[in-house]
């Protein structure tokens, strides 16, 4: 049973401000001295690392917790639970940021992945963050019926955001004393505290640390003093217990080599590629390996001793022009791929294997041209493994996500790494010799056999 006091942040809509708040009420107990756990409902990378920035801070902070996500679609609902209690282990508070509406999900299958879903998988109360800017009494009305459109969604509270003046403040006040929905916080409208965004969403914290923190620290300060932080603790407090036993990566380990050495599998960081799922590291240590770090855009070495390599996720097109000037570590990469060694890459880690980017070398492994288009390519997928590869033997089902404003050509090579079979049908990445290259996101949790048969092929076993 998991007893972990925990609250969902959610809203009608995008764009109400569920990030401003959940980020500042993480900040804000975390600097009361709470151990907070950090969580993102849905596929976001870029969310949860302003999460991590925002309970590292405080007193509570006696270890790094990283952001974690809560993914009903590429998961699964029955690893909402376990997948929590592993992340929430040990605090004090779980704050779950949601995604989009609360009552919005997968596309076209009902409330599959929604915020509205995950909060009755967890058992946790919500707190709806409401964008008062342009009603008054009308939002009596909203909370009304988000409240009882599902009698299974506790909504525990509301927080009005981007309140004008002490007298609207009043007027809102008025109209939800009949809703029978408690107002738990108040937030006024202000240019201070801010976040800038760019194609894809918000820039990554990693690319700005110091301003993020500046930011933080000022956001943690606007949410303590209009949030009744006593009743929203009280709130998540009663939770009930969840039935959940902790997820643990819990791959049968692979044996290395006769040395018996882990196999060194070097992972891309760095400003360029921020979007990670900490349970890979996790999965990847747990089978065996020996995990290292690099930047490709300031290390001109792979880590010494590398057998296999896993870039994610994140802005290469934003950096191509440092990327491509780097050219030993391109080198590099380009002889381990060239060896047969086993590399996985995702969507930026795609682009960064390519021929070029915008114009701009890249490692060449691929023969494919990428380049920055005006279209967004995001959603839910279904996709299935042509052939064997490093990551996945044929046949391998999955669910996964793509997010990108670029546009690869060819798309798919004479060995493709998935056929996408929802919503679309299409070929889709690489598989060349030990590298399998995708746009497509997926969660190793979901399929743990991933991260093992990645590890069996740096430490030069058959994969099963």
């Given at each position: 049973m998991v007893n972990v006091p925990r609250l969902v942040i959610a809203a009608p809509a995008s764009g109400a401000g569920k990030t401003t708040v959940a980020t500042g009420l993480m900040a804000a107990f975390s600097e009361r001295g709470l151990a907070v756990s950090p969580h993102k409902v849905g596929p976001d990378y870029i969310d949860p690392g302003y999460h991590a920035l925002a309970v590292s801070a405080g007193p509570g902070a006696t270890a790094v917790r990283p952001g974690r996500n809560l993914d009903a679609y590429m998961c699964g609902t029955g690893l909402i639970g376990p997948l929590f209690a592993h992340g929430a282990a040990g605090a004090d508070l779980a704050v779950v940021e949601g995604v989009m509406g609360l009552y919005d999900g997968a596309s076209g299958q009902g409330e599959l992945a929604s915020t509205a879903q995950v909060s009755k998988l967890l058992r946790a109360p919500v707190v709806l963050v409401v964008d008062a800017s342009s009603q008054s009494r009308s939002v009596a009305a909203l909370v009304h019926g988000f409240a009882s459109w599902d009698p299974e969604v506790r909504i525990g509270g509301v927080i009005l955001n981007k309140v004008a003046t002490d007298r609207h403040e009043r007027l809102l006040r008025e109209a939800l004393d009949e809703s029978g929905v408690p107002v738990m916080g108040v937030l006024r409208r202000?240019?201070?505290?801010?976040?800038?965004?760019?194609?894809?969403?918000?820039?990554?914290?990693?690319?700005?640390?110091?301003?993020a923190l500046a930011a933080m620290r000022e956001l943690a300060g606007r949410v303590r003093e209009g949030c009744d932080?006593?009743?929203?603790?009280a709130l998540a407090r009663s939770a009930p217990p969840?039935?959940?036993?902790?997820?643990?990566?819990?791959?049968?380990?692979?044996?290395?080599a006769a040395s018996g050495a882990r196999p060194v599998i070097a992972v891309a960081g760095g400003s360029a590629f921020t979007f990670s799922y900490a349970e890979h590291t996790e999965l990847l240590t747990a089978a065996g390996a020996e995990v290292v770090p690099f930047d490709p855009l300031r290390d001109e070495e792979l880590p010494e001793g590398t057998r296999g390599?896993?870039?994610?996720?994140?802005?290469?097109?934003?950096?191509?022009?440092?990327?491509?000037?780097?050219?030993?570590?391109?080198?590099?990469?380009?002889?381990?791929?060239?060896?047969?060694?086993p590399v996985a890459a995702e969507c930026a880690g795609l682009l960064y294997l390519a021929?070029?980017?915008?114009?701009?070398?890249m490692c060449g492994v691929l023969a494919a041209d990428a380049r920055m288009s005006g279209r967004l390519t995001l959603g839910y997928r279904e996709a299935v493994a042509i052939g064997d590869s490093a990551l996945a033997a044929a046949g391998t089902r999955v669910r996964g996500h793509e997010f990108h404003r670029t546009v690869l050509e060819p798309g798919a090579g004479e060995a493709p790494a998935w056929g996408l079979t929802h919503p679309e049908r299409r070929m889709e990445g690489f598989v060349r010799g030990g590298v399998h290259a995708s746009y497509l996101h997926t969660h190793w949790a979901a399929a743990p056999a991933m991260a093992r048969r990645l590890v069996a092929g740096c430490a030069g076993e058959a994969a099963t």
């Open positions: 202000t240019d201070g505290v801010g976040t800038p965004s760019r194609h894809l969403g918000l820039v990554p914290v990693a690319e700005r640390r110091a301003d932080l006593a009743a929203l603790l969840l039935d959940a036993v902790a997820w643990e990566p819990a791959v049968e380990p692979v044996v290395a390599l896993v870039i994610g996720g994140g802005f290469p097109e934003v950096y191509a022009p440092e990327l491509s000037a780097n050219e030993p570590l391109r080198k590099a990469v380009a002889e381990l791929a060239y060896s047969g060694a021929r070029s980017l915008d114009g701009k070398p």
